[in-house]
């Protein structure tokens, strides 16, 4: 029950395209959803986050879509360009600890 | 603002042995956490603290792995020993205690042989 289900696996996208990553979860409890970007060798950034309470959130290029019905949240990329390329990590957040529990990552590869 | 700090940034052991990493966290930040994040996964959380208190071990490997954080600063992880199924990148993080953000380091990337 505190998984989080992340897909695809791997993407492709031409520069300009959108990138589209999905996740599931079944935890009702989690109230904060980030999405985190790690380039080789270096630690997750924190990239942009949403509460449960709206449905959309976007920062720039960056945009999450929330359906807390459907219990799934996506990250959009538009107009990808090749320095977006990296492993995308969703992620959800529970409990007083504020812990997060990660899925298992999207490596996106946006062609010049 | 200096970022969560790790050493050291690669290690390669045989297995058995023991080896250590180190972390220092954005400075004022009560909340540690220690991740493993093995090869084409999300980090899993192994221990969290809040100053130098554990808030949550249930993941660690108790058997073999252990970590601490004294004065409520810098924190050490360790395994003794080793095994090749440790082979991964071992992330800290650190937040603001009440807040989910959290800041990741580099990693220290392990290799057991």
């Known amino acids: 029950q505190q998984q989080v289900k992340q897909s695809p696996q791997s993407l492709i996208v031409q520069k300009g395209g959108i990138s589209i990553i999905n996740c599931a979860y079944e935890?009702?409890?989690?109230?904060?959803f980030p999405w985190y970007q790690q380039f080789p060798g270096k630690g997750p950034a924190l990239l942009i986050a949403?509460?449960?309470?709206?449905s959309e959130k976007k920062e720039g290029r960056f945009t999450i879509s929330f359906n807390k019905s459907a219990k799934q949240f996506s990250l959009h990329i538009m107009d990808s360009q090749p320095g977006d390329s990296a492993t995308y990590f969703c992620?959800?957040?529970?409990?007083?600890?504020?812990?997060?529990?990660f899925g298992s990552g999207t490596q996106l590869t946006v062609l010049p | 603002e200096a970022g969560v700090a790790q050493s050291p940034r690669y290690k390669i052991i045989e297995k058995r042995q023991s080896v250590a990493f180190w972390c220092n966290p954005i400075?004022?930040?009560?909340?540690l956490y220690w991740y493993q994040q093995i090869l084409g996964q999300g980090p899993k959380l192994l221990i969290q603290?809040?100053?130098?208190?554990?808030?949550?071990d249930s993941q660690l490997p108790k058997d073999r792995f252990s970590a601490e954080r004294l004065k409520g600063v810098d924190s050490t992880l360790k395994i003794q020993p080793a095994k090749l199924e440790d082979s991964a990148v071992y992330l800290c993080?650190?937040?603001?205690?009440?807040?989910?953000?959290?800041?990741f380091g580099p990693g220290t990337r392990l290799t057991v042989t």
């Open positions: 993080a650190s937040g603001q205690g009440a807040a989910y953000e959290q800041y």
């Open positions: 935890n009702t409890a989690f109230d904060y």
């Open positions: 949403i509460r449960p309470d709206v």
């Open positions: 992620a959800a957040g529970a409990g007083s600890a504020r812990q997060l529990t």
């Open positions: 400075s004022g930040h009560a909340t």
């Open positions: 603290f809040q100053n130098n208190g554990v808030v949550d």
